[in-house]
């Protein structure tokens, strides 16, 4: 059974970076598809970027702010935040679709298409 395991989060002041980082063992790697989604109190939550396996997208909020990739030698994905700003408060959840097949950007950025999910990390930006 696949898992991933977030790490990366954490408090930052507006401006600030943060890498999350989503280490994806072998069942959950292969073939996948990943997304990187948050859900601030109160919230649904919403997909942030995704990555398959020569395309990335993001949602329109965070464009020309994060950054989504994947080292396939070490079976990570990235999400590079830049620019944070108080709104990107939310816990960031990792997802992954093993065997995924080709996706348009709307259902790439969706929480039902993906079925391995990790535990989440916190971010918190304050201003």
């Known amino acids: 059974q696949g898992t991933l395991v977030e790490s990366g989060g954490g408090s930052v002041q507006a401006g600030g970076s943060l890498r999350l980082s989503c280490a994806a063992n072998?069942?959950?790697?292969?073939?996948?598809?990943f997304g990187w989604f948050r859900q601030a109190p109160g919230k649904e939550r919403e997909g942030v970027a995704h990555i398959g396996r020569g395309n990335t997208g993001y949602v329109y909020s965070v464009k020309g702010r994060f950054s989504i990739t994947r080292d396939n030698t070490k079976s990570t994905v990235y999400l590079q935040m830049n620019s944070l700003k108080p709104d990107d408060t939310a816990m960031y959840y990792c997802?992954?679709?093993?065997?995924?097949?080709?996706?348009?950007?709307?259902?790439?950025?969706?929480?039902?298409?993906?079925?391995?999910w990790g535990q989440g990390t916190q971010v918190t930006v304050s201003s």
């Open positions: 997802a992954a679709l093993p065997r995924c097949p080709p996706l348009t950007a709307g259902q790439a950025l969706r929480v039902g298409v993906y079925n391995v």
């Open positions: 072998r069942d959950a790697y292969g073939s996948s598809c």
